[in-house]
């Protein structure tokens, strides 16, 4: 059964420091996210990306956030400058469209540890 | 703004009887609505999900019960199994992203 999956599972950096974080999306699916839950807190939208440009982003997703799809195969989450208040669990999906009864698949999320 | 709201944290529930799951929602524009299942450290898996044009869907074990005009939803399962605990999620979506509740921890009592 095909499924989103993201590495690394886990990575610890240090405050300060860019992490980019790696999905690769179900292989015929259109449109990826990249959702976040902090720890014990809601899952929180990040960021929506269609046709290689960003279509919607939430208040989170500021300028030390980017994405990428440099390769028509993975979609990247790069955090320039990481802040203690970055740590939690990121979680990639996919949508093969944005029609009505169209689920989002999630990967397993990578959980960022900055300190 | 809370969009999409699960006001009970916590549901327990014996092995073989019905989970209740709500779910409420503040957006009229919603079309879409879906449950997601996740376990610890795990990515959420989907459930169920039903359309704004639809009151009811049955998958199984789980049904899924939409009220527009009271913009609530709810997730049954029943019988409840052991294997069935793990925190529910509601999603609602309009147009792109999808909006999460907050989650209710479900623990089937063997």
């Known amino acids: 059964e095909p499924e989103v999956t993201q590495t690394p599972s886990h990575q610890v950096t240090q405050m300060g420091q860019e992490v980019i974080l790696r999905c690769v999306p179900i292989?015929?699916?259109?449109?990826f996210y990249w959702y976040r839950q902090i720890l014990g807190q809601k899952v929180e939208f990040l960021v929506s990306?269609?046709?290689?440009?960003?279509?919607?982003k939430s208040e989170i997703f500021d300028d030390q956030f980017s994405v990428e799809r440099p390769d028509g195969s993975n979609f990247t989450l790069k955090i320039r400058s990481t802040k203690l208040e970055d740590s939690a669990m990121y979680f990639c999906?996919?949508?093969?469209?944005?029609?009505?009864?169209?689920?989002?698949?999630f990967g397993q999320g990578t959980r960022l540890t900055v300190v | 703004d809370q969009q999409v709201k699960q006001n009970s944290p916590s549901l327990s529930v014996q092995e073989g009887r019905i989970s209740i799951l709500n779910c409420d929602y503040t957006?009229?524009?919603?079309?879409?609505f879906l449950w997601y299942k996740k376990y610890p450290a795990e990515g959420p898996t989907f459930l169920i999900s039903?359309?704004?044009?639809?009151d009811k869907n049955e998958d199984g074990r789980f049904t899924v019960f939409l009220n527009k005009s009271a913009k609530h939803l709810s997730l049954h399962i029943v019988p409840s199994q052991p294997g069935d605990s793990a925190v529910y999620f509601c999603?609602?979506?309009?147009?792109?992203?999808?909006?999460f509740g907050t989650g209710t921890s479900l623990t089937v009592i063997p």
């Open positions: 990306f269609y046709n290689n440009e960003i279509s919607e």
């Open positions: 957006n009229s524009m919603f079309d879409y």
């Open positions: 999603a609602a979506s309009g147009s792109n992203q999808f909006y």
């Open positions: 039903i359309s704004s044009i639809k």
């Open positions: 292989s015929n699916h259109l449109y």
């Open positions: 999906a996919s949508r093969i469209s944005r029609g009505a009864n169209t689920e989002a698949f």
